[in-house]
């Protein structure tokens, strides 16, 4: 379940910046402004994820990335095409991207070492990549909107299941 759990959050983490390319690619801009947003926003995000991310409980940031993703949606149904949205966007990607900083720095030993923790949730992240891009293809932006919340939740209950619950003491959800 430990693994199981690792490939989840893998798959979340591409679903979600595959979901703002897509998003920011038909209601902002597809040319290189949209690309770099999502890219500096994520790694801006993943830097203090790494700094910050062991203050707080996963779920917290399972929950602040869900968040800023559908706020993102809800702000370009209103303010499609409008470029003045495009730096509040980025900062919607850094909330997400705090995530993936924090997952790293809670659970660098998790799978006994750093560089099999990456490995793995690098797999599950291509994957991310691959449901990401067909979901937009053939279920369009509402499958976007619903996937992560599915994602985060699956990412909660592999938590809990492997043992590894809000109430516990463990890696997974260590808070300090």
Same mark, same amino acid.
């Given at each position: 379940m430990t693994?199981?759990?690792?490939i989840?959050? @893998?798959i =979340? ?5 595959? /979901?703002?390319f897509?998003?920011? $690619? +038909?209601r902002m ?6 690309? *770099?947003?999502?890219?500096? $926003?994520?790694?801006?995000g ?6 910050? /991310?062991? #203050?707080? #409980?996963?779920s917290?940031?399972?929950g ?11 702000? !370009?149904? =209103?303010?499609a095409?409008?470029?003045? =949205? ?10 997400s @991207?705090?995530y ?9 030993s998790? !799978?006994?070492?750093a560089?099999?923790l ?5 797999? $599950?992240?291509?994957?991310g990549?691959?449901?990401g891009?067909a979901?937009f293809?053939?279920g369009?932006?509402p499958? *976007?909107?619903?996937l992560?919340?599915?994602l985060?939740?699956?990412? !909660?209950?592999?938590?809990? *299941?492997? /043992?590894?619950g809000e $109430? #516990? ?5 260590k +808070?300090?």
């Amino acid at each position: 379940m430990t693994l199981l759990y690792v490939i989840v959050n @893998g798959i =979340f983490f591409a679903v979600l910046q595959s /979901g703002y390319f897509f998003a920011l $690619g +038909t209601r902002m801009t597809s040319a290189y402004p949209g690309f *770099l947003t999502v890219t500096l $926003g994520w790694l801006i995000g993943s830097a203090l994820g790494l700094q910050i /991310g062991h #203050k707080v #409980k996963s779920s917290f940031w399972v929950g602040l990335s869900l968040a800023a993703y559908l706020a993102t949606f809800w702000g !370009l149904t =209103f303010l499609a095409y409008d470029s003045r =949205f495009l730096p509040l966007s980025g900062a919607m990607v850094a909330f997400s @991207g705090l995530y993936a900083g924090a997952f790293f720095r809670v659970n660098r030993s998790l !799978l006994g070492t750093a560089s099999r923790l990456f490995f793995w949730e690098n797999n $599950g992240f291509i994957a991310g990549w691959v449901i990401g891009f067909a979901g937009f293809v053939w279920g369009g932006i509402p499958l *976007l909107l619903w996937l992560p919340g599915l994602l985060g939740a699956g990412i !909660l209950a592999c938590g809990y *299941l492997s /043992g590894q619950g809000e $109430g #516990k003491e463990d890696r997974l959800f260590k +808070t300090t």
